[in-house]
């Protein structure tokens, strides 16, 4: 167990919806990093929260958005949802940002 | 840009050695690590080199980093079937906030 909490474990929702995804980071970790991962293109880092505050921001979709809470949990916001973005999203902390992520269990979304 | 490469597949018996092979192409990178997917489940961190590292042993692990030709690779020893599963290698850059990038995973299958 790495510390890191995310739910839900699954989600199953159709094309054109909005969903929200939630991380805990490991205690005392002050930054929070999201990735996806998908048969085609692998893992791949979508954005990164540090004390609250976006820091790095990688290949995400403007229809995603995140953000880092005061109690250092963050959300990861999925919109007009399409089948392409069925796929396990990872939350993954550090402590500073510059340190070893600890990844959490994923959220599995499934886009029908 | 950066880049890491993995093989796909490797299948071993068990108590053979594994060896688990991964090139990237940032010469910045400061850390690079290891690591391990089982089905259904998410990431967990198996180890990780620092770049002025050659080597590192950790019970039946052992990373080699040769930082002239960029490639790391991990040889599980006394291999089992528990290690089934899928290895990723990872990159830290040191130009921008440490986000990861990973190669797209090596399938470890290790039959009786």
Known sequence: ?112 | GEDVEQSLFLSVREGDSSVINCTYTDSSSTYLYWYKQEPGAGLQLLTYIFSNMDMKQDQRLTVLLNKKDKHLSLRIADTQTGDSAIYFCAEVSNSGYSTLTFGKGTMLLVSP
């Open chain 1, 1 to 112: 167990d790495s510390g890191v909490t995310q739910t839900p474990k699954h989600l199953i929702t159709a094309t054109g919806q909005r969903v929200t995804l939630r991380c805990s980071p490991r205690s005392g970790d002050l930054s929070v990093y999201w990735y996806q991962q998908s048969l085609d293109q692998g893992l791949q880092f979508l954005i990164q929260y540090y004390n609250g505050e976006e820091r790095a921001k990688g290949n995400i979709l403007e229809r995603f958005s995140a953000q880092q809470f005061p109690d250092l949990h963050s959300e990861l916001n999925l919109s007009s949802l399409e089948l392409g973005d069925s796929a396990l999203y990872f939350c993954a902390s550090s402590t500073r940002g510059a340190e070893t992520q600890y990844f959490g269990p994923g959220t599995r979304l499934l886009v029908l």
